[in-house]
Every structure is written in structure tokens, then in C-alpha cells.
């Protein structure tokens, strides 16, 4: 088993993200997570796998504090926003985008206002109430729509697209904040398998262009292997890997779930897909 990488204690500015004795009890003493520790340093997709209780959702949240940690502390370039206050917490965030498993668009609105409400954090409440959003910003979201492929689809209801696209919505509004960081929660769990490839090719591009770091909760060994520069596996909790995605082996996929025949989980050169 690879050795997990620990992060030193951080005294101003660090690397941009270092997680340090991450803790996490429930009511009732649910362990989710137990003193979990890493460093994300440089650009790179990094996927979070392990069974499901291990904690890979609790972690995604603890890090912009949508959980609150019972322990420990989540540096963002050196400020532990576990220690924020509300406002401070709020400007924060704002370096963080976030991208849910259930995408989280309000279905009432058209796929354009649903993106610009990635601007909210820069704009104020107001201003996107009145959806008075400054003309860069609309320019920038009609660019977004073509990168994330859903041009002509401005107007469109959120409740009305499939479920390919509600997702596309999802990443083009988290990466309207222009965010240092992207933490991405099951993104492909209501997908099917060619949909589930696409929205990982596309998430990974995009971190690849903006060099914004992604930390992607993902159930699928195949899909974090084949999009992911590095993984992270949890079991109980815990580190039990830390290493580049060309280090899932059955040893280590033993490790973190336990004793099974691997041989056909491990992807394969020859079986990536051609195209979008």
C-alpha cells in the first residue's frame, strides 16, 4: 500500500489546500472521518474513493464547511477556514466552487440564470434578485454555455434538460466564481456509463485549462483511474491510500474495500472511449 502524504502544520501562506487531523463525529458517534490529513499543492484531478460510510461526502463537505468538523483544520493558502466566522467564511467560499451529485439548480429558472447565479458571491443578492448582472458576466456565461456544451440553451428550464445536462449547468455555474479550488461530490452517480464519461472528461479539461485544482467524490474505480492524476482512498474514515491513479492495484483496491476479484474493475488502456 502506498503511503498516504501528511500535511505539516501550515504558519501563513502554504500550499492551497493542506487538510490536517480532519475529524468528523456525528450524533449517536458515527466516526465519518478520522483524522485525515493531505496537501493539495499543484493543479490536479484528484478523485476521493471508498466504500460507501467511508466519508468521501463528509469530506467534500467539511472542506467548505457545509459539515462542520468536530476536529482538526482545512487551510485555504494557509487561512483554516474551520476557525471562520460568517462573513469571513463567506468570502472564502467564494474561492471554492462546488458541484453536487443532485446538481442543485432551482428548476423554476432557465439554464442562464441558473449559471449567473455562480456570480451571486461577486454581485450581491440584490443585484441578482433584480438579475441586473454586469455585461462581462452575461458575455462570460454565454461562453460557458458553448465550452460546457449547451449552447442554444439559454432559456431553457432547468427542468426540462436531461440529466447529462443539469450537470453541465452545475460545472459551467461553480466555475463562474472563477474558483481556486473545484470540490465535485458524486458527479456521476445519476449518470449513465457514456453520460458518466463525458462529464469526467469535461470536468478534467476544464480543471486542465483554468490549472484549478479539483477534488472529485466518486464511487467508480474505472472513471476515477481514468480521469484522475491522483486518488485518495477512505476506509473508516481514514487515509488508506494516496498515490497516483496508475497505483490502483488489486492490492490497494483490497486495502480500501476489502478482499474481491479486481481483475475486472481495473481499467484498461484499450478501453478508453474515443471522442466525447
Given at each position: 500500500?502506498?503511503?498516504?502524504?501528511?500535511?505539516?502544520?501550515?504558519?501563513?501562506?502554504?500550499?492551497?489546500?493542506?487538510?490536517?487531523?480532519?475529524?468528523?463525529?456525528?450524533?449517536?458517534?458515527?466516526?465519518?472521518?478520522?483524522?485525515?490529513?493531505?496537501?493539495?499543492?499543484?493543479?490536479?484531478?484528484?478523485?476521493?474513493?471508498?466504500?460507501?460510510?467511508?466519508?468521501?461526502?463528509?469530506?467534500?463537505?467539511?472542506?467548505?464547511?457545509?459539515?462542520?468538523?468536530?476536529?482538526?483544520?482545512?487551510?485555504?493558502?494557509?487561512?483554516?477556514?474551520?476557525?471562520?466566522?460568517?462573513?469571513?467564511?463567506?468570502?472564502?467560499?467564494?474561492?471554492?466552487?462546488?458541484?453536487?451529485?443532485?446538481?442543485?439548480?432551482?428548476?423554476?429558472?432557465?439554464?442562464?440564470?441558473?449559471?449567473?447565479?455562480?456570480?451571486?458571491?461577486?454581485?450581491?443578492?440584490?443585484?441578482?434578485?433584480?438579475?441586473?448582472?454586469?455585461?462581462?458576466?452575461?458575455?462570460?456565461?454565454?461562453?460557458?454555455?458553448?465550452?460546457?456544451?449547451?449552447?442554444?440553451?439559454?432559456?431553457?428550464?432547468?427542468?426540462?434538460?436531461?440529466?447529462?445536462?443539469?450537470?453541465?449547468?452545475?460545472?459551467?455555474?461553480?466555475?463562474?466564481?472563477?474558483?481556486?479550488?473545484?470540490?465535485?461530490?458524486?458527479?456521476?452517480?445519476?449518470?449513465?456509463?457514456k453520460t458518466a464519461r463525458?462529464?469526467?472528461?469535461?470536468?478534467?479539461?476544464?480543471?486542465e485549462e483554468r490549472a484549478?485544482?479539483?477534488?472529485?467524490?466518486?464511487?467508480?474505480?474505472?472513471?476515477?483511474?481514468?480521469?484522475?492524476?491522483?486518488?485518495?482512498?477512505?476506509?473508516?474514515?481514514?487515509?488508506?491510500?494516496?498515490?497516483?491513479?496508475t497505483g490502483l492495484t488489486?492490492?490497494?483496491?483490497?486495502?480500501?474495500?476489502?478482499?474481491?476479484?479486481?481483475?475486472?474493475?481495473?481499467?484498461?488502456?484499450?478501453?478508453?472511449?474515443?471522442?466525447?
Open positions: 500500500m502506498a503511503a498516504a502524504r501528511e500535511a505539516p502544520a501550515q504558519g501563513g501562506a502554504g500550499p492551497l489546500l493542506a487538510i490536517e487531523g480532519l475529524a468528523k463525529v456525528y450524533p449517536g458517534g458515527t466516526r465519518a472521518l478520522d483524522g485525515v490529513s493531505f496537501l493539495v499543492d499543484r493543479p490536479e484531478v484528484i478523485a476521493v474513493i471508498g466504500s460507501s460510510g467511508a466519508g468521501k461526502s463528509t469530506l467534500i463537505r467539511c472542506i467548505n464547511r457545509l459539515v462542520e468538523p468536530t476536529a482538526g483544520r482545512v487551510l485555504l493558502g494557509g487561512t483554516d477556514i474551520v476557525g471562520l466566522g460568517t462573513k469571513d467564511l463567506r468570502q472564502a467560499r467564494r474561492r471554492i466552487g462546488m458541484i453536487f451529485q443532485e446538481f442543485n439548480l432551482v428548476d423554476r429558472l432557465t439554464v442562464m440564470e441558473n449559471l449567473l447565479s455562480g456570480r451571486l458571491g461577486s454581485v450581491g443578492f440584490f443585484a441578482s434578485w433584480l438579475r441586473r448582472y454586469p455585461p462581462q458576466d452575461v458575455a462570460n456565461a454565454f461562453a460557458m454555455l458553448d465550452r460546457v456544451g449547451l449552447s442554444g440553451l439559454h432559456d431553457s428550464r432547468a427542468d426540462a434538460l436531461s440529466g447529462g445536462q443539469r450537470q453541465r449547468v452545475g460545472i459551467g455555474r461553480a466555475l463562474m466564481q472563477n474558483p481556486d479550488l473545484l470540490l465535485v461530490d458524486e458527479p456521476t452517480a445519476s449518470l449513465d456509463p463525458q462529464i469526467m472528461r469535461l470536468i478534467r479539461a476544464l480543471a484549478t485544482p479539483a477534488l472529485v467524490n466518486i464511487h467508480d474505480v474505472a472513471l476515477a483511474q481514468g480521469f484522475a492524476d491522483r486518488v485518495i482512498g477512505l476506509k473508516a474514515g481514514k487515509v488508506a491510500f494516496d498515490g497516483p491513479s488489486p492490492e490497494v483496491l483490497t486495502e480500501i474495500y476489502g478482499a474481491e476479484d479486481w481483475s475486472q474493475t481495473i481499467r484498461r488502456e484499450d478501453e478508453e472511449e474515443a471522442g466525447a
